[in-house]
């Protein structure tokens, strides 16, 4: 049973950062292409970032592009989305999900598996 476990965010004021990881088990995740999403009040769930496992790549969307990075430990099966310069306009909860496939996706529908999700609140 694949399971993603999400842990970090929380409250913190515009211009500052936060960092998410989420941790995998339950399955070998070499050749998987991991993705960050968010979902705002009120509005559909959105790409945010996806990195490839091997080799890696990582691609944004242009609302976090020079703001947010995607990182991964192969050995922990765990990544990491590092959040710096955020707005209020960046306030959802985010959820890390993976795919069964190598090559970096933007739709929720590609991936099978998701992480619980977890609050982040910019305070302006």
């Known amino acids: 049973q694949v399971q993603l476990l999400q842990s970090g965010g929380g409250l913190v004021q515009a211009g500052g950062s936060l960092n998410l990881s989420c941790l995998a088990s339950?399955?070998?995740?070499?050749?998987?292409?991991m993705a960050w999403f968010r979902q705002a009040p009120g509005k559909e769930r959105a790409f945010v970032g996806a990195?490839?496992?091997?080799?890696?790549?990582?691609h944004f969307s242009d609302s976090v592009a020079g703001r947010f990075t995607i990182s991964r430990d192969n050995a922990k099966n765990t990544a990491y989305l590092q959040m710096n310069s955020l707005k209020p306009e960046d306030t959802a909860i985010y959820y890390c999900?993976?795919?069964?496939?190598?090559?970096?996706?933007?739709?929720?529908?590609?991936?099978?598996?998701w992480g619980q999700g977890t609050q982040v609140t910019v305070s302006s």
């Open positions: 990195i490839s496992w091997t080799p890696r790549r990582a």
């Open positions: 999900a993976v795919r069964n496939g190598r090559d970096l996706r933007m739709t929720i529908f590609e991936y099978s598996y």
């Open positions: 339950g399955g070998t995740f070499s050749s998987s292409a």
